[in-house]
């Protein structure tokens, strides 16, 4: 078995996937860390500094705020990181791909395989489209998420921008007098009641309209893609992987 660490184990995905892991054959929670220890039926502590037990892999589904403790302790004792995590900085993303040069890292903003999917379709089909089509995302939340736009939308955002060979520029919203440019692609965040996570990208052309739709019935779908993140990353040799990684793997 796995020995997993769960930094976050106390929030709503935290307690998604110590559910889903009682069942699992291959991953067992030996220890966690949360702010709040209370209705956890293995070892949690306020800081991972604290931990005692043996550990294979660390499951981060907290705060950016954590990122630094998180760094120092898996470089200490050489353990592999998943980063469930999003609202990171600019410069807390370079952190991560810096910690990678030492340890194996799992980030993506997304851990839902159907998106990881959509993902890599748009890598495909973005620069095909892109001089016929505008291209939009609207993307939709609990009225509880943090940031804004999605780490996802910004992850399918800059996908899209990456596969096209013109320059592009990402708009968040629209307010006022101002028409939409050529080389815009729109992001917009809708915040609401308990919506898991909707990603819509649409490529609105003359006379048609292309839309691709992720729409998350349950938090479920993160934890089953976050532990296959953690077998795969498991005894892996330093270095940065994403669910590109699981994605062409299942393929």
Do not use: W
């Amino acid at each position: 078995m796995i020995r997993m660490l769960l930094n976050g184990c106390n929030g709503k995905m935290g307690k998604v996937i110590s559910e889903m892991t009682k069942a699992s054959k291959t991953i067992s929670i030996v220890s966690g860390v949360d702010r709040n220890s209370s209705n956890i039926d293995y070892p949690c502590y306020n800081s991972i500094d604290e931990c005692k037990e043996e550990i294979d892999v660390i499951l981060d589904f907290s705060r950016p705020d954590a990122l630094n403790s998180l760094c120092k302790y898996v470089k200490e004792k050489n353990i592999p990181i998943v980063f469930c995590t999003t609202g990171y900085s600019p410069e807390q993303l370079g952190e991560i791909h810096d910690l990678s040069t030492e340890i194996a890292v799992f980030h993506s903003a997304n851990m839902s395989i159907g998106i990881n999917i959509i993902n890599n379709m748009l890598k495909r089909i973005s620069n095909m489209l892109y001089n016929d089509f505008d291209i939009e995302i609207i993307e939709k939340h609990h009225n509880q998420k943090v940031d804004a736009p999605s780490g996802t939308a910004l992850l399918l955002a800059n996908t899209i921008k990456n596969s096209i060979k013109e320059e592009t520029t990402f708009v968040c919203g629209r307010d006022g007098i101002s028409k939409r440019q050529p080389n815009e692609i729109g992001i917009h965040a809708i915040r609401g009641g308990n919506i898991v996570g909707d990603h819509e990208i649409i490529f609105a052309g003359k006379g048609e309209c292309i839309e691709i739709k992720h729409t998350a019935i349950s938090r479920e779908v993160f934890a089953i893609g976050a532990l296959k993140a953690c077998e795969y990353i498991y005894k892996k040799e330093c270095g940065l992987y994403s669910m590109d990684d699981v994605v062409i793997m299942s393929n």
